[in-house]
């Protein structure tokens, strides 16, 4: 038989790289995706080397509106078809709302809202015709817990990605496509180098809030596996999400409040 596909966006570093990793080790080719095609290249050289698997590069950036046509064209190019689709690729972006341009905020919506949903409306029909399929949102504990001020949009989008992924998973109980939101904390990444908050994290987060990349990767794909809608990686993460749908609303928005420019650049 045919190895399956898994499609991967923002490959090229963290919980992406991580994420070919483990689907490559569960015997499925990929294909990476992600801006900067040399780190692409690598990771499809040691993944080709290591797993015996086919890698292939699709080299997009997901701010263009044609970028998942575009990467959906090169795969049907090479004749393959898509089991599984990590929605991975995204960023957050320091400061108020008011103070940031507004072409910055729509690329965001489009990297991480309107590509991963583009995605998947069009990969989910073939899925459900051959009765298999994984989609992984790569959301965040962020979207579990009240907004915060900075990093405006950041915890609105994942928390679209959650209810989204909810929806999907009750739509697709019959079909044999398994749809999970993926909720990370603090992962070791080059997530806080990009939104520049890393010097400030050092200072305020304790080391055991940290997971490692691989780790949150192969949490998601057993989320994946056992059909879980969501799943908060780490167990102080998963006490954080209880805690956070306990808390009042006016509570939780007063400890953000006080707490949240510890974590988030205004
Ligand atoms: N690290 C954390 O603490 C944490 C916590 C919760 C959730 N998350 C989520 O986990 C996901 C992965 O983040 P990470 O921590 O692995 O961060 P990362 O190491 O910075 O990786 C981000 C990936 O997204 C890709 N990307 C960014 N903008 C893109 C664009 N315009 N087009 C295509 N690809 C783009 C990057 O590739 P190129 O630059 O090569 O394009 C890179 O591969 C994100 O959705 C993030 O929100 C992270």
Known sequence: MARRLALVTGASAGIGAAFAHIYASHGYDVALTARRTERLETLASEIRLRFGVEALVIAADLAE????????????????????????????????YAETEWPAQREMLQVMLIAPSELTHKLLPGMIERKFGRIVNVASLAGLVPGSAGHTQYAAIKSFMVKISQSLHLENLAT???????????????????????????????????????????TGYEAAEANRPVCVTGVPNKAIAAFAKLLPDDWGLALMASQGGRFRKV
């Not at 992962?187 to 050092?202: C, I, K, M, P, W």
Request: charged share 15%.
């Open 176 to 218: 044999g496509v398994h749809v999970s939101a993926l909720c990370p904390g603090f992962t070791f990444s080059e997530f806080h180098d990009v939104n520049a908050t890393r010097a400030q994290l050092t200072q305020s987060t304790p080391d055991w809030l940290w997971l490692g990349a691989d780790e949150v990767a192969a």
């Open 65 to 96: 509106p044609g970028a998942p046509d575009a990467i959906l064209a090169e795969l049907t190019a090479h004749g393959r078809v898509v089991d599984a689709l990590i929605n991975n690729a995204g960023y957050g972006l320091p400061g108020v």
